[in-house]
């Protein structure tokens, strides 16, 4: 009997992503995050001696790639809906680049999203993105675990799970990438306090989108407790505290016959063997 496809478990609530962004928007959004990222994807895009004439932007927050529209007039740009959908609507083999700023680490089905865009390439089309990932928050998710820990006697979901870079590559592979690269930018931002943290993550649409999120107001006496241990443990001397973003960029293209190819097993001209024993003998 042929089994039924399981549906991933919904971590994030993509609607209130969505309503988040938004409001983002309206209050004036912080933008550094993305404004580093847009400048990195143009100089990594023009390094691809190449031009893109079916180009798609996925789900990048805002006007965060705007710059690289003026270079790319045709780049479709998919926004976020109300719902927050993850099915895309690409025909297969329409496009030869899509990119993507800032938007994956909010996707439930991160599997099925890369394969939708890998179809949705031509041969030899290009996936570009970043999204957050890795350690990214550490020290406020530290913070907050052992506040509620000390003052509430357990701990609450309040930092998004984030990916690494291991995960990354190797999703990559499974939906069908050809010639997969992920690495890491570390960005290290340092504040007077965790709640000036706090109101930036607010203003880049970006707070805690958790299905499972707590749902009543944080006490004040666990936020003030949260701020006390951030200093202690994350603060320089100065007195401002650190705070790390890790970016992974993800890179691959559709397969095509003119890309490099691995060797197959056993075809090598040469064993390590013998070169050891050569190296050996002089």
């Given at each position: 009997m042929a089994q039924t496809p399981?549906?991933?478990?919904?971590?994030?609530?993509?609607?209130?992503?969505?309503?988040?962004?938004?409001?983002?928007?309206?209050?004036?959004?912080?933008?550094?995050?993305?404004?580093r990222v847009a400048e990195d994807m143009s100089d990594r895009l023009a390094a691809v001696m190449r031009e893109f004439h079916a180009p798609a932007d996925l789900w990048t927050p805002g006007e965060g790639l705007a710059a690289l529209r003026a270079r790319?007039?045709?780049?479709?740009?998919?926004a976020l809906g109300e719902t927050g959908e993850e099915k895309l609507p690409f025909t297969p083999d329409s496009l030869d680049l899509v990119v993507s700023a800032l938007a994956?680490?909010?996707?439930?089905?991160?599997p099925g999203v890369l394969a939708q865009v890998r179809r949705a390439l031509k041969p030899d089309g290009l996936l570009l993105a970043?999204?957050?990932?890795?350690?990214?928050?550490?020290?406020l998710r530290q913070a907050f675990a052992a506040a509620e820990a000390e003052c509430e006697g357990g701990v609450s979901p309040r930092v998004v799970p984030f990916a690494d870079l291991r995960d990354i590559g190797a999703l990559l592979q499974r939906a069908g990438?050809?010639?997969?690269?992920?690495?890491?930018?570390r960005v290290v931002v340092r504040y007077a306090n965790a709640f000036?943290?706090?109101?930036?993550?607010?203003?880049?649409?970006?707070?805690?989108?958790?299905?499972e999120r707590r749902r009543t107001p944080s006490r004040r006496a666990t936020l003030l407790r949260m701020a006390e241990i951030y200093a202690e443990r994350f603060a320089d001397a100065d007195g401002r505290i650190r705070a790390t973003f890790d970016i992974i960029w993800l890179s691959g293209w559709a397969p095509h016959a003119s890309q490099q190819q691995p060797l197959k097993p056993?075809?090598?001209?040469?064993?390590?063997?013998?070169?050891?024993k050569k190296a050996g003998e002089s």
């Open positions: 399981q549906t991933p478990p919904a971590l994030f609530d993509r609607a209130l992503l969505h309503a988040r962004q938004r409001r983002a928007q309206a209050q004036g959004a912080v933008s550094f995050l993305l404004d790319l007039p045709s780049l479709q740009r998919i994956l680490q909010f996707v439930n089905d991160l970043a999204m957050i990932g890795g350690d990214s928050l550490t020290e990438f050809a010639l997969p690269v992920t690495d890491v930018d000036v943290l706090m109101q930036d993550i607010r203003r880049m649409g970006a707070a805690n989108v958790l299905i056993g075809s090598a001209k040469a064993s390590l063997a013998e070169a050891v």
